[in-house]
């Protein structure tokens, strides 16, 4: 199917900036919606931002202003721009990709998640 390799996160000062990139790999399959996710320590996984094909995004209310989520249509890439980080963004974020792949007799829908990076924000 589809597989995601994530990098960047890591540790980094309250107001200091990270940025995290997601790359979508396999052999016949188109991207829809790509978006990053976070879990903190004893909370549900939540969504963080999304970004459509055309490039319509959506941002949870918490990172408005602070993070930028933008992807690479010929790279199949998604990164997200983090600033002015707080202690509370700390979390490992996932990466989400959606779309369909060839499956040698026809399209299929496909969701998958990337392994997970941690981002802890910290003095």
């Known amino acids: 199917q589809v597989q995601l390799v994530e990098s960047g996160g890591g540790l980094v000062q309250p107001g200091g900036s990270l940025r995290l990139s997601c790359a979508a790999s396999?052999?016949?399959?188109?991207?829809?919606?790509m978006g990053w996710y976070r879990q903190a320590p004893g909370k549900q996984r939540a969504l963080v931002a999304n970004?459509?094909?055309?490039?319509?995004?959506n941002y949870a209310d918490s990172v408005k202003g602070r993070f930028t989520i933008s992807r690479d249509n010929g790279k199949n890439t998604v990164y997200l721009q983090m600033n002015s980080l707080k202690p509370e963004d700390t979390a490992v974020y996932y990466c989400?990709?959606?779309?369909?792949?060839?499956?040698?007799?026809?399209?299929?829908?496909?969701?998958?998640w990337g392994q997970g990076t941690q981002v802890t924000v910290s003095s």
């Open positions: 989400n990709v959606g779309g369909e792949y060839f499956s040698g007799i026809n399209w299929r829908v496909f969701g998958s």
């Open positions: 970004v459509t094909s055309s490039g319509n995004t």
């Open positions: 396999g052999r016949t399959f188109s991207v829809n919606v």
